[in-house]
């Protein structure tokens, strides 16, 4: 049995540069790019591989950047399983300013993918042999998946052990939770897209995690606050932290190294309180790395020795 299985159905390759300014019509003298595999449940596998956790990254890969995205999983060590579509997968560009540290963030819709795509996922789940002790199902749908795909592959995939842990946004989440979900980590945004509700104080927060788990649509509602740090929520407990000052370089990957690392922590059987801290190390971590680099275990160790310290 696999510890951790993710699910990334519209994954990429993430081409990140620098330039000194950003204007419109000129021509932009980049500097050098890096390429990463990307997508929500991909970046959450090689943060578990890094931290030495057992995962597999199952995705739909197509086209010479699906191949791409093969290889440069494959180059990091990672399992991952990936599923030939005839659509091309996308690339999405990241460009820092670096007169002004801003971000500019560049993300494609994917290719369109059908109905036996997704299906053919459940299959390979289903071909991993006993069901995974943890399903993550992360990052945003590719046209042509329904928004309630990730409940239909939940539904056809788990055991009643397995954990089901949720990370989209706008209609799949709300899809998603519909059927109910075992930890749900959204944003602010996020929460706010869901809710509709503009909700400015911590007070509204935890009403909204509250009424979450109150309907059964989460036992475990993990909301990220950017810099804010991150607040728990399940039924009779709120754990909340403050974000840790860094040196941010660049944010992306910071919510998805948050979740993966929570998650490796459960699955070695930490408590609730320490994945919650390894989480916030991670999404720390993180943010040192420049464009879509991701965080390296010693500095997730340093920094939950910090988190947890406080
Ligand atoms: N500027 C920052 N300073 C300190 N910590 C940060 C900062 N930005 C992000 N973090 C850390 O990263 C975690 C995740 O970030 P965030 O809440 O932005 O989620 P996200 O999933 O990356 O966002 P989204 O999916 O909406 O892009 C936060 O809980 C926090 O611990
Ligand atoms: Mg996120």
Not at 263 to 288: I, K, N, P
């Amino acid at each position: 049995m696999t510890d951790i299985v993710t699910v990334t159905l519209n994954p990429a390759v993430d081409v990140a540069t620098s330039v000194e300014q950003i204007t419109d019509t000129r021509k932009l003298r980049c500097n050098a790019a890096r390429r990463d595999p990307g997508g929500g449940g991909i970046n959450v596998a090689r943060v578990v591989q890094r931290l030495g956790g057992d995962c597999v990254a199952l995705y739909l890969c197509g086209g010479a950047t699906g191949h791409m995205l093969r290889q440069l999983l494959d180059a990091e060590g990672a399992a991952g399983v990936g599923i030939e579509i005839a659509g091309e997968t996308r690339e999405n560009f990241s460009v820092q300013e670096t007169s002004t540290g801003r971000e500019y963030r560049f993300v494609l819709p994917g290719p369109t993918v059908t109905e036996s795509d997704w299906q053919r996922c459940i299959d390979h789940i289903d071909a991993l042999g006993a069901p995974p002790r943890y399903l993550v199902m992360s990052g945003s749908l590719p046209p042509g998946a329904p928004a309630d795909v990730y409940a239909r592959i939940a539904r056809s995939t788990c055991a009643p052990g397995t954990r089901v842990v949720l990370d989209t946004s706008g209609p799949a989440l709300t899809a998603a939770l519909e059927a109910g979900v075992w930890l749900v980590k959204p944003s602010l945004n996020e929460l706010r897209g869901l809710t509709g509700q503009p909700l400015v104080s911590e007070p509204e927060w935890i009403a909204a995690a509250e009424e979450l788990i109150r309907d059964g649509r989460a036992q475990i509602v993990v909301l990220t606050l950017g810099e804010l740090g991150a607040l728990l929520m399940t039924a009779d407990q709120i754990l909340r932290a403050p974000g840790l000052r860094v040196r941010v370089s660049s944010s992306i990957g910071a919510g998805d190294s948050f979740l993966a690392a929570m998650v490796w922590a459960l699955a070695r059987d930490a408590s609730l309180d320490e994945a919650f801290h390894y989480g916030m190390a991670a999404a720390s971590a993180t943010l040192l790395s420049p464009g879509t680099g991701l965080c390296q275990r010693t500095d997730v160790e340093r920094f939950y020795r910090e988190v947890s310290s406080r």
